[in-house]
């Protein structure tokens, strides 16, 4: 598990630097209060889709490689409040990351890049990515 901004900067520069060992990296920013998924080695360049996520694409290939969730601790409230269900989805104190996806379309009021959302979702299945949560 990575616990900080430097671990991530870290397992980040080895896997550009080794790119055959790159394992897709979830990573929790507390400080920042986001949560940041890439799963590709790739330099990539950001793209804000929506008030709360931004989707990385692949200087080279063009691909969606990644996200960033914005707010996230105000998503988890948001997910406790309007769908207390959700709980199991967890597994083990984890879930997996294209649910978090789908929760914060479902939490959206606002018109959404179905598409986008939709190639997000697979990306992260196509992983299997998982983060911790805690619900605190």
């Known amino acids: 598990m990575i616990a900080?901004?430097?671990d991530f900067s870290k397992?980040?520069?080895?896997?550009?630097?080794?790119?055959?060992d790159f394992e897709p990296v979830v990573f929790h920013n507390q400080d920042g209060d986001c949560l940041e998924f890439v799963a590709s080695p790739d330099s990539y360049r950001a793209?804000?889709?929506?008030?709360?996520?931004t989707v990385f694409y692949s200087h080279d290939s063009g691909k969606m490689i990644g996200a960033?969730?914005?707010?996230?601790?105000e998503l988890?409230?948001?997910?406790?409040?309007?769908?207390?269900?959700?709980a199991l989805?967890?597994?083990?104190?984890?879930v997996e990351l294209h649910m978090l996806f789908r929760a914060s379309?479902?939490?959206?009021?606002?018109?959404?890049?179905?598409?986008?959302y939709r190639n997000l979702i697979e990306v992260a299945k196509s992983t299997d990515a998982t983060t911790e949560i805690q619900f605190a």
Do not use: Y
């Not at 960033?68 to 601790?73: D, L, T, W």
């Not at 989805?89 to 984890?94: A, K």
């Not at 379309?105 to 986008?116: D, E, F, Q, R, T």
């Open 68 to 73: 960033q969730i914005k707010r996230f601790k």
């Open 105 to 116: 379309i479902w939490s959206s009021g606002a018109k959404i890049p179905k598409l986008v």
């Open 89 to 94: 989805e967890l597994h083990d104190g984890r």
């Open 76 to 86: 988890k409230r948001e997910i406790l409040d309007r769908f207390p269900g959700f």
């Open 4 to 6: 900080n901004d430097s």
């Open 47 to 53: 793209e804000r889709i929506d008030d709360r996520v």
């Open 11 to 20: 397992r980040t520069q080895d896997a550009l630097d080794n790119p055959g």
